[in-house]
């Protein structure tokens, strides 16, 4: 079992829905990380939080440190949401980021 | 104004070949790293470096040696190459923040590695 662990695993979504994805880990972290892989292969950092809520636009985060559990949210998704999204948790005994498998988003028109 | 980049963007070989990987950043970041996403998509650290001194060394076969010529810079060398090393290869860097925990990392394009 994966340290790290994204539901749903693929998702596919209307234009215009509200999406959630979500994280779970079981390592004590200090900082959890949500990423987006483009179609195109490239990665982005959307966010680092370490605890309580941050928003970019259209993209929420949230962070429940006691239950160990992330969310990202997407509001008035778009076909220009449409990647892969992953989650990795900072664990920061051994200094490394742990990596969700990743949730494959599709949006349509 | 690319922030981190690596060369070569695609690299086919055959097996047995030497071949190299550099990354280059220009944030200013004191920390780099090697990823290695495999044909599931699924993320690992393999080395990262701190200041030019090595911090993690995953357990990954020493055919691949890293190397940090000063701290924008971050090479992967690997020797013999197998059909086992085809992957997408990201280069990474953050700054270090107080406390040891890594700020935000900034990824590279990826350098897809196809052994033949």
């Known amino acids: 079992k994966n340290e790290v662990e994204q539901s749903p695993q693929n998702l596919t979504a209307q234009e215009g829905e509200f999406i959630t994805i979500n994280c779970s880990y079981s390592?004590?972290?200090?900082?959890l990380h949500w990423l987006q892989q483009h179609p195109g292969g490239g990665i982005v950092s959307l966010f680092m939080l370490s605890s309580g809520k941050k928003k970019h636009g259209r993209l929420i985060a949230t962070i429940n440190i006691q239950e160990k559990h992330s969310s990202l949210h997407i509001t008035a998704s778009h076909p220009r949401d449409s990647a892969v999204y992953i989650c990795a948790a900072y664990d920061p005994y051994t200094d490394k980021l742990i990596f969700g498998t990743g949730t494959r988003l599709q949006v349509f028109p | 104004d690319t922030a981190v980049s690596q060369t070569p963007k695609y690299l086919v070989t055959q097996m047995g070949n030497d071949k190299s990987i550099k990354c280059e950043q220009n944030l200013g970041h004191d920390t780099m790293y090697w990823y290695k996403q495999d044909s599931k998509k699924f993320l690992k650290i393999m080395f990262s470096y701190n200041n030019k001194e090595l911090i993690i060394n995953e357990t990954v076969p020493n055919r691949f040696s890293p190397k940090s010529p000063d701290k924008a810079h971050l090479n992967l060398h690997i020797n013999s190459l197998e059909l086992g090393d085809s992957a997408v290869y990201f280069c990474?860097?953050?700054?270090?923040?107080?406390?040891?925990?890594?700020?935000?990392?900034?990824f590279g394009p990826g350098t897809r590695l196809t052994v033949t």
């Open positions: 990474a860097s953050s700054l270090q923040r107080k406390g040891g925990t890594t700020g935000e990392q900034y």
């Open positions: 390592v004590g972290i200090s900082a």
